[in-house]
């Protein structure tokens, strides 16, 4: 099973910043294969980014994933107000614990 | 645009067996693109994957569970199942079905039921 490693635990930024999240794998990951979501309170996640840096269908392009490897990367350009939330990467069976973006 | 539903009961007690069922709305359980699958949430944690069944049965439990979970498939009602026996507290989550699709990149959760919060409480 991969271990993916997610830092920082929480992030604190204000609206219009950029956002830089990190995830890493204890293994090379297959193809890249590697997908982030976006999880709300109370609500389930959702698929933000799939095969490392697709954007799956209506998410906004200020969303951007990049990496190979074992080192993955989420980026939100310009942070908005909808997304402050919590953000998981995935791959496989394996889910990071998550990074929490708060409003600073 | 296929959704899902969880239905069981939100309180179980120590050493006895969960059982939940997802149904599928909006799209067939027997699609080739997909299998079907349990991810559990404890309070303030990340998902974890429990496992995943296709139309024709074929199922992939986690290891860590597997002597645990038996989890079902029924075409013909657009259900499929849940059981998770000898509960503990340590099972306490919120309970997801969801669709996994295994075709575009790997395995993709694209879409999660609203889950349902199961605590394990004498």
């Known amino acids: 099973e991969v271990v993916l490693t997610q830092s920082p635990g929480t992030l604190s930024l204000s609206p219009g910043e950029r956002a830089t999240l990190s995830c890493r794998a204890d293994?090379?990951?297959?193809?890249?294969?590697l997908a982030w979501y976006q999880q709300k309170p109370g609500r389930a996640p959702s698929l933000l980014i799939y095969g490392a840096s697709s954007r799956a269908t209506g998410i906004p392009d200020r969303f951007s994933g990049s990496g190979s490897g074992t080192d993955f990367t989420l980026t939100i350009s310009r942070l908005e107000p909808e997304d402050f939330a919590v953000y998981y990467c995935q791959y496989y069976g394996s889910f990071g614990q998550g990074t929490k973006l708060e409003i600073e | 645009q296929v959704q899902l539903q969880e239905a069981g009961p939100g309180l179980v007690k120590p050493s006895e067996t969960l059982s939940l069922t997802c149904t599928v709305s909006g799209g067939s359980i027997s699609s080739t693109n997909y299998f079907w699958a349990w991810i559990r949430q404890p309070p303030g944690k990340g998902p974890e994957w429990i496992g995943s069944?296709?139309?024709?049965?074929?199922?992939f439990y986690r290891s860590s569970l597997e002597s645990r979970v038996t989890i079902s498939v029924d075409t013909s009602k657009n259900q499929f199942s849940l059981r998770l026996k000898s509960m503990t507290t340590a099972d306490t989550s919120v309970y997801y079905c969801g669709r996994l699709d295994v075709v575009t990149a790997g395995s993709l959760f694209d879409s999660w039921g609203q889950g349902t919060l199961v605590t394990v409480s004498s």
């Open positions: 069944i296709n139309y024709r049965g074929t199922k």
């Open positions: 293994q090379n990951l297959f193809s890249n294969y």
